[in-house]
């Protein structure tokens, strides 16, 4: 599975971005796609996470509340909605698929970066 993610960019304080990732070859249903996010020096970060079939979505206690997660079975892609941005969510953000039960992720988008100002 190759996963592409777009959609970044840089917004302000308080703006709102989504972030898309399409995803071609096979999936599954019961696969799992997650939205993770680094900046450099820092250790990868889980955003949020979903079934391809959209259940268990899964929210960052970091981001709850201003972040969410969707999945279109019909596009192969996932969404993550991100509102009232804030500084701290500045950061490059990956997109990643693993098969349901696997311990880690198998395949990784490239990421794309999202810088909020002040």
């Known amino acids: 599975v190759q996963l592409q993610a777009s959609g970044g960019g840089l917004v302000q304080a308080g703006d709102s971005l989504r972030l898309s990732c399409a995803a071609s070859?096979?999936?599954?249903?019961?696969?799992?796609m997650a939205w993770f996010r680094q900046n450099p020096g820092k250790e990868r970060e889980f955003v949020a996470g979903i079934m391809w079939s959209g259940y268990a979505p899964k929210i960052a206690a970091s981001v709850k509340g201003r972040f969410t997660i969707s999945s279109d079975r019909a596009r192969n892609t996932v969404y993550l909605q991100m509102n009232s941005l804030k500084p701290e969510d500045t950061a490059v953000y990956y997109c990643?698929?693993?098969?349901?039960?696997?311990?880690?992720?198998?395949?990784w988008g490239r990421g794309t970066l999202v810088t909020v100002s002040s």
């Open positions: 990643a698929t693993k098969g349901r039960g696997a311990t880690q992720y198998a395949s």
């Open positions: 070859g096979r999936t599954f249903s019961s696969d799992v």
